[in-house]
């Protein structure tokens, strides 16, 4: 009779574990996740940027797994684990197991900032970009209602009151000098003087103000230092307003406000800045260390669950038998497809009571795109910068994209972008807070 495991979360984790497990005979794998679909989340930003459609980034799971016999899928979200019944609670049934994958993945942390849970916009799922999106777009449609080409009245409001609000309208400001950060940025600058530029014709090409925030003294912290200067350059260049050693005390609904006091009138505040571990993770009880990572083995273990093992940015592993935060594997897409995968061996070498493997990150470098024509990205100790690093990041993010009609797609709206400079995404779903 096959094990039955229970994979929660359909990430790069647990997705990689899924495809890894089928080929089992020992296994019969539930793949649970709260969507129904898989989000490739390195290319999200260009959702929010109206590059790219939701579609394109995305694919259903039953369609994914359909393949692979010994896997099913349910759409459900897990409310809570109960580990000595082995039985976990959804908001439909509840499902048993016998070995158990936590893969949910992580959500947005606002580090106790005031005001930014309430007024800030995420960007870490689907709907966060969508609803991005809509709320950038929204904002540009209202500031023209306060321009002169119509012939609209306000008899309350003053020519000052006006202008304040058309600038707190095309005021963008995003929080958080990471990659994600850093390519929105990027993107955001290049839909404002492409299509913005000419949809609004009452727009110039400095009207849309977009100003990343960072509280370090430098951009993509992780990336060396010659990389991240490139890019702070580059988008200056661009006309992006790069404030470093710039860190968030408040975010009003107006704007925000500096732990130096200054404030940035904004209507739209963007949260880029930090992550930490699926709620789901703390409903557990296991002992946890930054950013709220459950502390495995380095076998990827729960230490008092042997049967529980958890992959992807949830997990957090000692390595080499050093416990953490030392060779913290980051939260990335290939540390979650590579423990995925080794969880997957693991649990078959569990069966077959053979030791089992540790995890050891294989780094494959990092990059990020910075606009049409320009990366930076490092490869071991070498580093590029200009249009090759940015054909070596259209190749991996075409490569990793899961699905081979949304290889096409976004190959082909890049390429309308780059040839046309245009961008044909700009609907609006109203639905922000
Ligand atoms: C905007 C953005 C850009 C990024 N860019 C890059 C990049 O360029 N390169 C890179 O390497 N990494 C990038 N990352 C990081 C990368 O996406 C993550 O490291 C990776 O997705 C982690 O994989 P995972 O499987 O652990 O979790 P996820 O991919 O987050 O998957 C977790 C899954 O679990 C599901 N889930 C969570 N809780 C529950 C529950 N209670 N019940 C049911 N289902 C649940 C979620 O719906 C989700 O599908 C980016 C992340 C974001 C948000």
Redesign the pocket.
Known sequence: MPYKVVI????????SAAKELSKYDEFNVVL????NY??F??L??QVAAAELESEEITSPLRGLMRRNRRCSVMM????DIDCTSKILH?DGPDVRYDYLVL????TTNYFGTPGAEQFAFP???LDDAVQLRSRILSCFEEASLYSDVHPTVYPNVSDDDKDDRFGKLTNIIIVGGG??GV?FAGALMELVRTSICKDFPEFNKGTVKITLLEAAPNLLSGFPAPLAQYTKERLEKMGVNVRLNAAVAEITPNGVILKDGTFLPSATVVW?AG?KS???AAATGFASGRAGRINVLPTLQVPEQPEIFV????SLPEQAGKVPPLNIPP??????IQQ?ILTAKNLRRLVQKQKLLPFAYHDKGS??VVGRGAAAVRVGKRTFTGSFAWLMWLAV?LTYLVGFRNRLMVMFNWAWGYFFAERSVRLIFRRWK
């Not at 459900?76 to 409310?79: F, Y």
């Not at 939260?331 to 979650?336: F, G, I």
């Open positions: 929660i979360g359909a990430g790069f984790a647990g997705l649970i996740d709260r969507n898989h989000t989340f390195p999200l930003y459900c979200d897990v409310k959804t893969a949910m993945g992580s960007l870490k799922s990659a994600n390519e880029t992550v699926a709620p789901l992959a992807g940015d949830l939260m990335v897409a290939p540390n979650a995925g990059m990020a993010h």
